[in-house]
């Protein structure tokens, strides 16, 4: 049992020094940072912008009481204990989400760009291949015949 274990061990350390579980997890904890960035650009800017484009719309207070009595807020109606159903905390969360997304691809789109930036195009290799004007088989760039139909491949004109 102890042989079983030891083996069980030795493989769960190799999993964990795994390269791709360690770039995992180098991912989650830049991402759980990065999240405190995005929630706040989308909080603390792009969201009083929308409300300023609605004019204050507060999605949060829409809700539907499943059930008696009626409620100025949802806050009044969930402190009543009474049963509701907070369709704007849904759609809030829906806005949340889209902006949020956005706001990431047009990050990420960002930085693509910028790295792209530095990258210089190599021109395409030059060809080392020629088709035969006769046989249509391809041979070297150089032939002067063809060794497959013995055919004089006539040298092409050279632009002055």
């Not at 995992?24 to 800017?45: E, H, M, P, T, W």
């Amino acid at each position: 049992m102890a042989k079983k274990e030891k083996g069980f061990i030795a493989e769960f350390k190799k999993f964990i020094a795994r390269g791709s579980v360690i770039d995992l997890a180098v991912g989650v904890i830049i991402g759980g940072a990065f999240q405190a960035i995005v929630n706040s650009l989308v909080n603390d800017i792009v969201m009083p912008l929308i409300s300023l484009i609605t004019k204050g719309v507060d999605f949060t207070n829409w809700f539907i009481v499943l059930g008696d009595g009626e409620y100025a807020t949802l806050a009044e109606a969930q402190e009543a204990g009474a049963a509701v159903l907070s369709y704007g905390n849904f759609i809030s969360a829906i806005l949340n989400f889209i902006i949020m997304a956005l706001v990431i691809f047009l990050i990420v789109k960002a930085i693509n760009k910028a790295n792209d930036l530095g990258k210089k195009e190599e021109p395409a290799p030059a060809p080392t291949t020629k088709k035969c004007p006769f046989c249509k088989s391809e041979i070297d760039i150089e032939a002067t015949v063809c060794p497959f139909c013995t055919h004089d491949i006539p040298e092409e004109e050279k632009e002055d």
